[in-house]
């Protein structure tokens, strides 16, 4: 199979590579922080049905029981480490993650850009030197018949040149993770002149 040819229909596809490459491993362990979103206990809820991860709830664990059981999510086999406050919930995941204690991390109700600044911040160690943490989104738009790959829409507004290869770099290791070898990459841009101040010439040929 050639780049041209190379497309993931959809997110069925991708759920499948995860499947196949946890058969030997074994779930994945991940973190709901701030779990008093419904929606998001039920699908770590169902994704630990399908034996995918090894959900850890990190946050208020009585509100996280009590919307799980309202919205009909099964909490039964899921770990909890109980504290009520957001900010503090959000940093012990960050640090668990950085320990190598959690492999996943899942947003609940809490602010994004709360959970973008803790994140980011010296406290949490989340960040290495040199790297950049950069937002992949896959969408399936209805007109077109395969999942498109999109960076950066919440966490880099205004990219340099440095951190626009940065994102390149992080967009294609997704791409590869979910099964593309070899991404087609399209630069866009929201205007027709060149960018000086970026350094970057119309078209993105310097990148």
Do not use: W
């Amino acid at each position: 199979m050639n780049s041209a040819d190379q497309s993931i229909g959809g997110f069925e596809q991708i759920r499948a590579i995860v499947r196949q490459r946890l058969q030997d491993r074994g779930p994945v362990r991940t973190a709901l922080v701030v779990p008093s979103s419904g929606e998001a206990l039920k699908a770590v809820a169902l994704a630990a049905a399908e034996r995918l991860v090894a959900p850890v709830i990190v946050g208020d664990a009585a509100l996280a029981r009590k919307t799980a059981q309202e919205c009909g999510a099964d909490l039964s086999g899921a770990e909890f480490i109980d504290l009520n406050q957001p900010d503090m919930a959000m940093m012990t995941a960050f640090q668990m993650a950085v320990r190598g204690e959690m492999e996943v991390i899942v947003k609940g109700r809490g602010s994004t850009i709360d959970f973008l600044q803790h994140l980011l911040s010296d406290e949490a160690g989340f960040v290495r030197s040199g790297c950049l943490v950069t937002h992949v989104a896959g969408i399936r738009p209805v007109r077109y018949d395969r999942i498109l790959f999109v960076t950066d829409a919440a966490v880099i507004p205004q990219p340099d040149l440095k951190a626009k290869v940065a994102m390149l770099g992080n967009l294609t290791n997704v791409c590869q993770a979910c099964g593309l070898k070899c991404p087609r990459i399209c630069l866009l841009y929201t205007s027709d002149a060149a960018d000086e101040e970026d350094s970057v010439d119309l078209g993105g040929r310097r990148i």
